[in-house]
């Protein structure tokens, strides 16, 4: 078991929808149940369709598929 977590992270993978506070709600909640984690632990997500919220870091599928970032 991991003693600390250092990011929290969600794809979503949707063409038509990005990420937004919905979705931003979601990883807050799953942040907290997460062993070793903590509100300091950046969130992180991968999404098709852009991102409609500040608070995270969206990293694009080109960049994760190259490893850019």
Do not use: Q
């Not at 709600?25 to 999404?47: F, N, Q, T």
């Amino acid at each position: 078991m991991a003693k600390k977590i250092t990011m929290v992270g969600s794809v979503k993978w949707l063409e038509n929808r990005p990420f937004d506070h919905h979705d931003l709600s979601e990883l807050v909640v799953h942040r907290a149940k997460i062993p070793g984690a903590d509100a300091a632990a950046p969130l992180y997500v991968v999404s098709r369709s852009g991102c409609d919220v500040a608070g995270v870091k969206r990293v694009t599928p080109e960049e994760l598929v190259s490893g850019r970032r």
